[in-house]
């Protein structure tokens, strides 16, 4: 599906500048570079649109008053500044907190395709994450210090995978492809195979193959 969009890059950029305004102050280089990053920011949010399956991402509009696009829109933004001003990706990294209830840093790398339904409470860290991840509401990855080597290490998530609500990947977990984490499970320090659901808290895991 082919995604258009009612508003100019200008326009988006205005909308981004006004909403950042009612929180930070702006300074005329930080709007240049809003204007100077916004095709690419479009470009990487189109893809990741037309690539999802969910029917409320299906309406081949790009539109700032939905909130899950503008989400994936204002976390695109802020990743790819993450390299060339951090304070101006720091503003677009708290004004996605602040305007969806989620904590996606901006120097956390999100794949080119992934999708959230209402994830209010919702803390993505620093890990590995493949194409086609979702998640919803009050879902956690993160990480975990090794007792032996004092190292924090974080979750390497496999491609379709999908976490529903109020589950956790945590630590020195490797989860692989088209796996389901179902509503309150846990999972810390494990390894989960492909294709398969998965249920409890650890080290009490349930594993159905599907």
């Given at each position: 599906?082919?995604?258009?969009?009612?508003?100019?890059?200008?326009?988006?950029?205005?909308?981004?500048?006004?909403?950042?305004?009612?929180?930070?102050?702006?300074?005329?280089?930080?709007k240049?570079l809003?204007?100077e990053?916004?095709?690419?920011v479009?470009?990487?949010?189109?893809?990741?649109f037309?690539?999802?399956?969910?029917?409320?991402?299906?309406?081949g509009?790009?539109?700032?008053f939905?909130?899950g696009?503008?989400?994936?829109?204002?976390?695109?933004?802020?990743?790819?500044?993450?390299s060339?001003?951090?304070?101006l990706?720091?503003?677009?990294?708290?004004?996605?907190?602040?305007?969806?209830?989620?904590?996606?840093?901006?120097?956390?790398?999100?794949?080119?395709?992934?999708?959230?339904?209402?994830?209010?409470?919702?803390?993505?860290?620093?890990?590995?994450?493949?194409?086609?991840?979702?998640?919803m509401?009050?879902?956690?990855?993160g990480?975990?210090?090794?007792?032996?080597t004092?190292?924090?290490?974080?979750?390497?998530i496999g491609?379709?995978?999908?976490?529903?609500?109020?589950?956790?990947?945590?630590?020195?977990?490797?989860?692989g492809?088209?796996?389901k984490?179902?509503?309150?499970?846990?999972?810390k320090d494990?390894?989960?195979p492909?294709?398969?659901?998965?249920?409890?808290?650890?080290?009490?895991?349930?594993?159905?193959?599907?």
């Amino acid at each position: 599906m082919n995604y258009t969009c009612d508003f100019s890059e200008d326009q988006l950029v205005s909308i981004v500048e006004h909403q950042l305004l009612n929180f930070f102050p702006i300074k005329e280089a930080e709007k240049e570079l809003l204007k100077e990053h916004i095709s690419f920011v479009i470009d990487k949010s189109h893809h990741c649109f037309q690539n999802i399956e969910n029917k409320y991402m299906q309406s081949g509009v790009f539109s700032p008053f939905h909130s899950g696009q503008w989400l994936i829109f204002l976390y695109y933004y802020s990743n790819k500044l993450s390299s060339v001003n951090k304070t101006l990706a720091d503003k677009l990294y708290y004004l996605n907190k602040i305007m969806n209830g989620i904590d996606i840093f901006h120097e956390v790398n999100l794949p080119d395709v992934f999708y959230f339904e209402h994830p209010l409470g919702s803390i993505f860290g620093r890990g590995h994450y493949g194409n086609y991840f979702s998640a919803m509401q009050g879902c956690t990855v993160g990480g975990n210090r090794d007792r032996l080597t004092g190292k924090i290490i974080y979750p390497v998530i496999g491609e379709h995978v999908q976490m529903f609500s109020n589950s956790k990947i945590i630590g020195n977990s490797k989860i692989g492809n088209n796996v389901k984490i179902a509503a309150n499970t846990y999972v810390k320090d494990m390894d989960i195979p492909d294709n398969a659901t998965v249920f409890g808290m650890s080290p009490n895991i349930t594993i159905k193959f599907l």
